[in-house]
């Protein structure tokens, strides 16, 4: 392992300190000591909403500094990443003020809110030649790897179907209040969760060529805040299910739904081919189960392959196999990947011209529901 003394830094600034600015956080904090990195990670400044949360985060996260406005980050010569981990709405402006100061840029997923701004923030970022990562996490799962590299070998045959869900029940309780999640302008859960489903889906079998979805909102009212009595409606869905047909001619069928009651974490798939299928489930995130339709009837069945140091990057957690990762591992992943390519390595996937694409999609699916037809994610 490189010397760590010995390494240029790479100087974080990060938006956002909740739930998902956390998690970054310790990625970039533990990366370091579990990666052969070309740059070490240094986390300079931490902005929040306001002075007094952001400087509480930045003392508990490990961050020199701290500011209550974003674009002070933005603007700080002496930052090279900006990681935006705030609310949806926001991640335009923000990229775009980075972009702009000359950072790299690394964004929480939905890239943006709608077709328009994500094709706006792809163009800076291609203009200025920027680094740009978007934070699909579960695209680092080395099971996921694995599932890409049986797909792209031809151990299934010929692909023939996709079957994706992204299922939670975080929205499941009508009294679960408003937050930026059901925003009108870029909320739902076709964007929150449908996005995830859909960046496995084209990591997996490649661009979707049509859509045709439907979305139901399940709770048409919520209350405005936590312990408030006053209610409003909700105006984003709170299900979405669609058919995709891909490029290659296979076809999909897809859901997303924050609202389906036990279930925590079923962002899972099921790929199948003439010789075979694959199945998921992040719920179950450290195995991937293999059907190889061979052998004598009545033995056939799935097999359980478990995740362990020859699925790549396990060995650089855990030299046992079967130990299993965690959600969090996989933001390492990420964050490994993008120092990589910050200093000069693979570009980072997925980018902001991948993240595009699937934000190209989701807008396919809306505008598929509303006007009760086929739409091709390329018309948008
Ligand atoms: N990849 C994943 O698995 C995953 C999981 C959860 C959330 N996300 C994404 O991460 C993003 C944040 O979600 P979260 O769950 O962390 O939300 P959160 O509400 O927990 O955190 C958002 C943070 O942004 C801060 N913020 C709001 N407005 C701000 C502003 N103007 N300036 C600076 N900070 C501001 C809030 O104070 C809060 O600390 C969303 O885009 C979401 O889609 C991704």
Not at 133 to 143: C, H
């Amino acid at each position: 392992m490189a010397d760590a003394k010995a390494r240029p830094a790479a100087r974080i600034g990060l938006i956002g300190a909740g739930f998902m600015g956390r998690c970054h956080a310790n990625a970039f904090r533990s990366v370091g000591g579990l990666f052969d990195l070309p740059a070490e990670p240094e986390l300079r400044c931490l902005a929040d909403v306001d002075e007094a949360t952001a400087r509480r985060s930045a003392d508990a996260l490990g961050f020199a500094r701290s500011t209550g406005d974003w674009r002070r980050l933005t603007g700080d010569p002496e930052i090279d990443i900006v990681a935006i981990t705030a609310p949806n709405a926001l991640h335009a402006e923000m990229a775009f003020a980075a972009i702009e100061a000359g950072k790299a840029v690394y964004c929480e997923k939905p890239l943006s809110v709608d077709t328009a701004s994500a094709r706006s923030m792809r163009d800076a970022a291609v203009a200025a030649g920027a680094c740009t990562m978007v934070g699909f996490a579960y695209l680092r799962n080395p099971m996921i790897r694995l599932a890409r590299e049986i797909v792209g070998s031809g151990e299934l045959g010929e692909v023939v179907s996709f079957r994706g869900i992204h299922a939670e029940d975080y929205m499941a309780d009508p009294s679960t209040p408003h937050s930026f999640r059901t925003d009108p302008a870029g909320g739902g859960a076709l964007t929150d969760l449908g996005s995830h489903v859909t960046s496995i889906a084209r990591y997996l079998l490649g661009p979707i060529a049509a859509v045709n979805g439907t979305t139901a909102t399940i709770h048409p009212r919520r209350p405005e805040a936590g312990g408030s009595n006053a209610t409003r409606p909700v105006e984003v869905d709170d299900r979405a299910v669609f058919l995709a047909e891909f490029e290659s001619g296979v076809t999909g069928a897809t859901e997303a739904n924050w609202a389906a009651a036990g279930r925590k974490m079923q962002l899972a798939f099921e790929v199948a081919g003439t010789r075979g299928s694959l199945a998921f489930t992040q719920e179950r995130m450290n195995e991937l189960l293999l059907y190889p339709a061979e052998g004598a009837a009545g033995r056939r069945g799935f097999t359980r392959i478990e995740a362990g140091p020859e699925h790549p990057p396990y060995a650089n957690f855990c030299p046992a196999p079967g130990h299993q990762l965690g959600f969090n591992e996989l933001k390492v992943i990420e964050a490994a990947e993008l120092i990589e390519a910050w200093a000069g390595g693979p570009p980072a996937h997925p980018d902001f011209e991948e993240a595009y694409q699937v934000q190209r999609v989701i807008g396919a699916v809306q505008q598929s529901a509303a006007e009760r037809r086929w739409v091709e994610p390329a018309s948008l």
